[in-house]
């Protein structure tokens, strides 16, 4: 297993910092149209940026490595991928601009994140190791959820 490095760190604090000001953004369409349009709007830009990012990438001088695709169709189920996405997008948007606020916002997908992947670690979905839930866990799930129930509570 590869040890977390700087680079790992800055990587992991830019995705952070791009969820917020994307879902800030997004939030801020919503409000002077609506969190459909806006969802559509934040994914129709995603999937243009995507294709110019294969497109230029498909230019490289260097041939990459084959890597083995799978034989035969893909299963119906792995389709549904942008549903949960598509949803997350529109239910933030809609959040943001309650009383939630986008603080409250964040802290809660936090906390659904991490529910979900002690869950996942817990059952070994996605064919994860099976690990137990240890102390370590145990304290990160206190300070989280802490620390969003007192941004939450702040905003009242």
């Known amino acids: 297993m590869r040890k977390w490095g700087s680079r790992d760190a800055i ?22 149209s609506s969190p459909l349009f806006a969802s559509w ?55 943001v601009n309650s009383a939630l606020g986008l603080a409250g916002t964040l802290a809660l997908m936090l906390i659904g994140q991490m529910a979900f992947g002690i869950v996942a670690d817990t059952f070994g979905f996605f064919a994860l190791t099976r690990k137990r839930l240890g102390l370590r866990e145990l304290c990160g799930i206190f300070l989280v959820v802490s620390g969003s129930i007192a941004i939450i509570l702040a905003r009242s």
């Open 41 to 95: 709007t934040a994914h129709g830009v995603g999937a243009m940026a995507s294709l110019a990012l294969v497109g230029l990438l498909s230019f490289r001088t260097e041939a990459a490595p084959a890597s083995p695709r799978p034989q035969g169709r893909w299963p119906l189920w792995s389709y549904l991928g942008g549903i949960p996405g598509a949803l997350t997008v529109l239910l933030a948007a809609v959040t």
């Open 11 to 32: 990587m992991a604090l830019s995705a952070g910092i791009v969820l917020a000001v994307m879902t800030d953004w997004n939030s801020l369409l919503a409000r002077h």
